[in-house]
């Protein structure tokens, strides 16, 4: 007979409670892959690169499916090396990520906790309010300047008690830029023991004369973290690698709570040769532009639809007439596209639409004018 604990005999079995702050938390949703049914369906939900995986970094990964069976370098040493060399900044000030979501919640995890605020703009990157809550911290969330972050708005939601902020730029799922002007302006504002976030995901699509500044800023100011992904132009969203920048006390506390090998050895390996491959990126960037701009031109023209203009490899596109953004959600899918409907963000008149291929522009298109015509 085996003795029981004595924590079996508790009267009024009760289960782990979670937190409350955890209790709080709406689940993240992520892009759907599959329609309705399970259907195969093109996917335009999570932004990645329609060009799939350069050949460089594919080859890089493919080299290390032989060497499975030791643990991948702790310290991405020669990813981080790769990074500095690239972008002319310190390999040791560099941190690496299971993807950039991980180096945004050990920006949160290191500098914020239970009584403290983490504040963002609203409509900011979804994961700005997990972070904060899974920490226990008090999201605040800032009033849009039409869809865009609103400098004076986020401005004056710091207090005290205000730990982190963040921005993304471009922002998703707006698409919205933050100029480097305001920028600067935002970071002259707060006070130097809040750390500010730039979240720069999609800054590889930015027009050659745009630069928000935010690399400078991290070189420079002793609390400004950039964070940057493999997950959008380089191809590489599978793998999981992210990466941030800042001063070294912020990335050596942040390292204390990183999980040891966060980022695989192939990935590394594809994330470095993806980095080199100029071509790739230079191909991808160029695709994005000319035909955000002319989706963009589109959408505009038909009744009732506005966009939201973007900097990134999307666009919102905002329902405003007799055809309703749900609908339109749904005759893509039935059309075979997955687009992102995103009620739960506070914009139930919207749709993100990844930047795909030309013919995927073109069937979206023709696929939202026949509804248009016919709402
Ligand atoms: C996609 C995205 C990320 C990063 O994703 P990872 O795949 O985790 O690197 C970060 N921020 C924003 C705003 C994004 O859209």
């Known amino acids: 007979m085996t003795k029981s604990g004595s924590g079996a005999n508790r009267p009024g079995m009760t289960a782990p409670a979670p937190k409350p702050w955890i209790d709080a938390i709406a689940p993240y949703v992520p892009g759907r892959a599959t329609a309705d049914g399970g259907r195969k369906a093109i996917k335009l939900s999570s932004n990645e690169n329609p060009f799939g995986t350069g050949e460089a970094a594919k080859a890089a990964y493919a080299a290390e499916a032989r060497s499975l069976d030791r ?16 972008y002319g900044i310190e390999a040791e000030r560099v941190i690496h990520g299971t993807g950039s979501d991980e180096v945004l919640h050990l920006a949160a995890g290191a500098f914020a906790g239970v009584g403290d ?9 979804s994961v ?13 969330v800032a009033p849009d300047k039409d869809y865009a972050t609103d400098v004076d708005a986020l401005l004056a939601c710091v207090t005290e008690r205000t ?31 809040c750390l500010l976030v730039i979240d720069q995901a999609y800054t590889e699509y930015l027009d050659p004369e745009d630069d928000d500044g935010a690399l400078e800023l991290a070189r420079t100011a002793p609390n400004v973290l950039v964070t940057r992904t493999f997950s959008k132009i380089f191809g590489l969203a599978a793998e999981r690698i992210g990466w941030g920048y800042g001063p070294a006390p912020v990335i050596a506390a942040m390292h ?14 594809a994330a470095i040769a993806a980095l080199r491959d100029a ?29 939201v203009p973007s900097k990134a490899n999307f666009v919102l596109v905002l329902f405003e007439g ?6 339109a959600y749904k005759g893509l899918m039935d059309a075979g596209y997955i687009v992102r409907w995103l009620p739960g963000q506070g914009l139930p008149d919207a749709l993100r639409i990844t930047i795909g291929t030309e013919d995927e522009m073109r069937g979206v298109v023709d696929a939202l004018t026949a509804m248009a015509s016919a709402a």
């Open 163 to 193: 730990r982190v902020v963040y921005v993304a730029n471009p922002n998703n799922p707006t698409g919205t830029y933050t100029s480097r002007g305001e920028i600067a302006r935002l970071h002259a504002g707060l006070p130097s023991d």
């Open 117 to 125: 605020e983490i504040a963002y703009a609203r409509y900011g990157f």
């Open 128 to 140: 700005y309010d997990i972070a904060a809550r899974r920490v226990g911290a008090t999201p605040i």
């Open 279 to 307: 071509a790739f990126v230079e191909r991808s960037r160029a695709h994005n532009a000319t035909w955000r701009a002319w989706f963009s031109d589109q959408m505009d023209a038909l009744p009732g639809l506005r966009v």
């Open 71 to 86: 643990y991948p370098d702790a310290g991405a040493a020669a990813l981080r090396e790769a990074i500095g060399a690239h």
């Open 256 to 269: 204390k709570i990183r999980a040891p090998f966060n980022v695989t050895t192939a990935g590394q390996h």
């Open 322 to 327: 007799r055809l309703r953004a749900e609908a």
